[in-house]
């Protein structure tokens, strides 16, 4: 009798622990533990507890309930306009740099005939370098004086020179082309492999009808593919919805709260502040966020199902 | 089985709502002990054993990364505290107070047993009990009623007792300048400039003749509001008012604020001699400093000794020389202008035990004030110093009285290897200038506001001053009636 | 919306593995080495040929300015004299070559102990992934007992929780943490256990387990292998790409994190590379901080450039997502 797929009982007695035991209960269990117990301390607990936190006011010296306190301070708060017009402008323009190129590079590298790898290694390199480094360095090249690197180049093709980061209107392209060329790299990995699943019949079917180049990616790749775009489309958008790296090592979210964005507000408020942190607009501030990202993938899934072949 | 799978289902999930409801409630009890500032029955007062316990006491030592040599010359002065006192073993930590890691390090309660803290922070830490009375240990030391009284206010509570104890680095805000550049640029390196209008024809010429800028400005991480409500301090303008009521007023709107944003205006677009990076902070500007990019700057007068042993200032170094260094007074202009002045206060962690708090007193009493007081200890802490290539007798405020702190130079003379012939500017009239504490209310808070007009200023050409303060003003003012 | 996502990953990671023979088959009979858009005939045509050759020429050239550039550049940095960074970033050595930077890095930074910690870390967090994810998938995917659909569902819901939400109550979960009593922090707990809790991972184990012929337990448990057997010796063999696909993942976020090391690794013995090294920013000669970043990259591109095929495969999610 086999116990992983219910069946119906020849017998209408009730199961006993032992029953339990003998049907491999016990080592199920077991094997269920380390998910079970992670999970519950790191992942569910903690999102109970950011529901109640939301609630509370606390620095972990003293803590007192103040209902819906928290939220209306978050809302209230002159940042948070200021905190979301950021990480939208962040999001719009990462998706504007960050999502056709990879597309377009992953298709021109899917018809590379040799040296295919050596494309893929230096597309993906970038990626593969620790953030902090690739930050640290940047913040060098973006030297707002003349000698700065970027400067230089720009001199070469007779532009001139930029303040990159200590500008309040280049502050954020600056980190979004920074953190575009880390990421762009994973893209392009997604996107080649997708593209080599794409069934070959297609293509020759629509040869046969005469289709051109130009028609075949657009009748033929791109609808191949519309699994994998949606999905990156969303991914990328949660993803920059809640950046935090860019903004804390090169600006420290400056000049003048420029680079500001939602999650470098949830820290200020939690570990931001030298003296009775805020841990209750913390959480206030990210259930908030989370609701609003949950809403909209939501909201994504149903419209595209629409046009989704499954 | 489906009729099985719905209730465990919903069991499962309600358990785990439950458990995760429990733990939050459980968890959001205080961590710490639940000893307030008021509770006078605290423990505190226990006679101390004759026969000491042994105790592990967890003190700060440097910057991280400051220099091998430093770090070996703070190692040799735990060996002699050791030494006097066998029962007591230190474990060093590196350590820098910086206003957005603090607080996780208390929440986390990975502080040492002692650590310092700036004047401004300690009052609030008393209020949310997060301090350790050390009133009795303090007592119990023979010079306790020689302190300077003002500074050691600032680490009494409500009920006056001491929690905090003035122990190093009590400055005034002075500018500090590289005497290379000046030369470079055809200025008088021992003719400092003593006004603000001189500080800008100086950075523009060092700028025009150098291609270096001339001054720089500290502007992220509250350092910008430090240094704007010092410069509004000079200019003779306040950022706060206290009200007979107990209640403060914001006062962001001065001539004196508006007028040092103005100067950094003018600095940055006009004459192009400000140094262009908005994200400087304490740290990052005595590195830019150290490194000879900037002409001259406002901080802390004992800046040096943080140049010396952690920002890589040498003798021979490629950038800032020692024999390059100038200091001299900030320029005071108009009635009622001041020196901002504040300083470093030793304070031990509320979770310190009694053997804990004595050794940590004795800690405080051997590194931080002896030095001050007694010959035997001031020159072996001297000889540790000057042995080890670290700089010995910067000008600081003293913590007991200006006779004892002239006193105690004049015991290390000897050692002394900083250049004080380039810091006459400073000393000449560091007693006599007139000087005004940091504002008691809210400080890091209003400072972190304060961090944005001077970013604005510093980026934005058309940078509107009025509204920024207008702004700041009014976030200020929620801070203060909140608080 | 779960069950398109699961339904598309389930059907589609089937496909590499089942189809895959098919598949090379038909290209081998078409003479078609991996055709895509352009066919054999698209090719022989000039004006396709010397296009497409130049568009590539172009691609490759853009690639290694922009994929390879800043990396040499920083490669150059680390060899400079400080001086000559902030003045002449550009030129070539104007005042010769500065390998004492390197020798600074490793000895005076020690560059090598916080090197040390990443890989201790990367280490664990991967371990503690493998383990849960291994373990979890096989309990709701092969085991499947009573309360496998309810654990899934929870496990699944929390792919859709911002990490952020977490990041202050998990903050207060490691100070203070049920049933142990004393504080994680500063421990390299703090960063392993909470890896683990990836729900991702559960789900691409579970799917790929999904997806191995059921006729092969059968068998194994028809020869008397209890479940600790079926786990060790069936399935965790027939495992190893998709345990390879999450390691890859698994490694790659365990050294880019920065937020959580930074928040629960204060002592600076125990922090990695990437919480470390923005920290000594300030106190650090400028050629010996690009010498401390130069060797901090070197090894994950090392290991990239060893483990290609495995990361770019992994990092591909073996096309298992499509249209």
């Not at chain 1, 420029?258 to 200020?268: E, G, S, V, W």
């Not at chain 2, 005071?332 to 030793?346: F, H, I, K, Y």
């Not at chain 2, 590194?367 to 007081?373: D, I, N, S, T, V």
């Not at chain 3, 398109?4 to 593995?17: F, K, L, N, R």
Request: proline content about 6%; overall charge negative; hydrophobic content about 50%.
């Amino acid at each position: 009798m086999t116990t992983d797929q219910g069946l119906v009982p020849t017998r209408r007695r009730r199961r006993t622990p032992v029953d339990w035991i003998r049907e491999g209960g016990l080592s199920t269990l077991l094997f269920a533990l380390p998910l079970i117990v992670i999970f519950g301390v790191f992942s569910w607990l903690p999102i109970g507890r950011a529901l109640i936190m939301s609630f509370q006011e606390t620095n972990l010296v003293v803590t007192s309930w103040v209902g819906l306190d928290n939220f209306r301070s978050v809302l209230a708060d002159p940042n948070l306009p200021t905190a979301l017009r950021n990480t939208g402008y962040f999001a719009l323009l990462a998706l504007l740099f960050g999502y056709p190129i990879p597309l377009v590079g992953a298709v021109l590298m899917s018809e590379v005939r040799r040296m295919k790898g050596v494309y893929s290694v230096l597309a993906y390199l970038p990626v593969v370098v620790p953030p902090v480094v690739a930050v640290l360095l940047w913040k060098f090249l973006y030297d707002p004086r003349p000698e700065g690197v970027f400067n230089q180049i720009l001199g070469w093709v007779g532009l001139g020179p930029m303040p990159w980061l200590q500008s309040a209107t280049w502050a954020m392209p600056s980190l979004v082309i920074e953190a575009t060329w880390a990421a762009a790299g994973g893209t392009v990995i997604i996107y080649l492999a997708a593209l080599l699943g794409v069934p070959p019949e297609l293509y020759d079917a629509a040869e046969v009808d005469g289709a051109s180049i130009w028609r075949k990616v657009w009748h033929v790749t791109l609808p191949q593919l519309r699994g994998v775009l949606l999905i990156t489309f969303i991914l990328q958008i949660i993803g920059t919805a809640q950046v935090f790296l860019e903004p804390y090592l090169f600006t420290g979210g400056g000049p003048a709260n420029a680079t500001l964005t939602i999650l470098l507000l949830i820290y200020r408020y939690a570990f931001g502040q030298s003296l009775g942190a805020d841990y209750g607009e913390a959480t206030a501030l990210s259930l908030l966020l989370a609701i609003f990202l949950a809403v909209m993938s939501l909201v994504y899934f149903r419209l595209t199902r629409a046009w989704s072949s499954s | 089985m489906r009729s099985l799978t719905k209730p465990t289902t919903a069991v499962l999930a309600a358990s785990a709502v439950a458990i995760g409801l429990l733990s939050a409630c459980s968890g959001a009890s205080p961590e710490a002990p639940e000893t307030s500032p008021d509770d006078t029955t605290s423990t505190t007062d226990e006679a101390t054993s004759d026969t000491p316990q042994d105790v592990t006491l967890r003190v700060v030592s440097l910057l991280p990364g400051s220099d091998q040599a430093a770090f070996d010359a703070f190692d040799e002065r735990v060996t002699q505290f050791e030494a006097l006192y066998p029962h007591i073993d230190v474990e060093a930590e590196e350590y820098e107070w910086k206003a957005t890691t603090f607080a996780a390090q208390l929440a986390g309660g990975t502080l040492p047993d002692v650590y310092e803290i700036p004047f401004t922070d300690a009052k609030t830490l008393i209020e949310n009990g997060q301090l350790a009375d050390v009133d009795a240990q303090f007592h119990d030391l023979p010079y306790s009623g020689d302190f300077n009284e003002a500074l050691l206010e600032a680490g009494k509570g409500p009920d006056g007792h001491v929690y905090a104890i003035p122990a190093k680095s009590i400055y005034g805000v002075a500018l500090h300048y590289n005497r290379a550049l000046f030369d470079a640029a055809g200025l008088d390196p021992d003719d400092p400039p003593t006004t603000w209008a001189e500080v800008r024809s100086a950075a523009k010429q060092i700028k025009d003749a150098t291609g270096v800028a001339g001054y720089a400005q500290m502007a992220a991480d509250n350092t910008g509001g430090w240094q704007l409500t010092s410069a509004t301090y000079t200019r003779g303008g306040r950022t706060q008012v206290a009200e007979a009521d107990g209640t403060y007023t914001a006062t962001l709107t001065n001539p004196g604020t508006k007028a040092a944003l103005e100067f950094l205006k003018a600095l940055r677009w006009e004459d192009d001699s400000l140094y262009a990076d908005a994200t400087l902070n304490w740290g990052t500007v005595n590195e830019k400093f150290a490194a000879g990019q900037i002409g001259m700057y406002t901080s802390g007068s004992d800046v040096y000794t943080a140049l010396a042993e952690s920002f890589g200032v040498t003798p021979d170094s490629s950038g800032l020389k020692v024999a390059d260094y100038g200091l001299t007074a900030i320029p005071n202009e108009g009635t009622d202008s001041g020196v901002l002045v504040g300083g470093t206060l030793a304070a031990v962690n509320i979770r310190a035990d009694d053997a804990v708090k004595d050794a940590a007193i004795k800690w405080i009493d051997f590194f931080y004030l002896q030095p001050h007081l007694d010959e035997g200890p001031a020159v072996e802490n001297a000889q540790v110093r000057f042995d080890n290539g670290q700089p010995v007798g910067t000008p600081v405020l003293p913590i007991f009285s200006r006779e004892q702190y002239e006193t105690s130079l004049g015991w290390i003379e000897q050692f002394i290897n900083v250049p004080l012939e380039n810091m006459t500017g400073y000393t000449d009239v560091m007693f006599d200038q007139p000087v005004v504490g940091e504002p008691s209310a809210s400080t890091q808070e209003i400072y972190a506001l304060l961090d944005v007009p001077v970013q604005a200023v510093m980026t934005d050409q058309n940078a509107d001053i009025d509204a920024l303060l207008e702004q700041a003003q009014t976030q200020a003012q929620s801070l203060l009636d909140e608080g | 919306m779960t069950t398109t996502q699961t339904s598309t990953m389930q059907t589609t990671t089937a496909a590499p593995a089942g189809a895959a023979r098919p598949l090379a088959r038909r290209r081998a009979a078409a003479m078609d080495t991996l055709r895509g858009v352009l066919s054999i005939a698209d090719w022989r045509r000039r004006s396709v040929r010397t296009g497409m050759g130049f568009v590539h020429v172009l691609l490759l050239l853009v690639l290694v300015v922009i994929g390879l550039g800043p990396i040499l550049l920083l490669g150059k940095f680390a060899i400079t004299p400080t001086q000559d960074i902030l003045r002449a970033p550009l030129e070539v050595f104007p005042n010769g070559i500065a390998w004492d930077n390197l020798h600074k890095a490793w000895f005076d930074v020690q560059i090598s102990r916080y090197f040390l910690n990443t890989v201790l870390i990367a280490a664990g967090a991967w371990a503690s992934q493998i383990f849960v994810a291994a373990t979890g998938g096989y309990v709701l995917s092969v085991l499947r007992p009573r309360y496998a659909k309810a654990l899934q569902w929870m496990v699944l819901a929390t792919l859709f929780v911002p990490g952020v939400v977490l990041l202050v109550p998990l903050y207060l979960t490691i100070l203070n943490p049920p049933i142990l009593g004393t504080s994680l922090l500063n421990t390299f707990w703090a960063v392993w256990l909470p890896a683990g809790a990836s729900a991702f991972n559960v789900v691409l184990m579970a799917r790929f387990f999904d997806n191995l012929p059921r006729e092969i337990f059968e068998a194994a448990r028809v020869d008397g292998a209890g479940p600790f057997r079926l786990f060790w010796s069936v399935v965790l063999p027939m495992s190893k790409p998709i345990l390879g696909v999450v390691s890859v993942f698994a490694v790659i976020a365990s050294w880019k994190d920065f937020l959580w090391p930074l928040l629960v690794l204060t002592k600076p013995d125990l922090q990695p590379l990437s919480v470390r090294l923005p920290s000594l920013q300030a106190t650090t000669d400028l050629g010996v901080l690009m010498a401390a970043l130069a060797i901090s990259t070197l090894i994950p591109i090392l290991f990239f450039l060893v483990f290609q095929r495995m990361f770019l495969r992994g990092a591909g999610l073996g096309g298992a997502i499509k249209g």
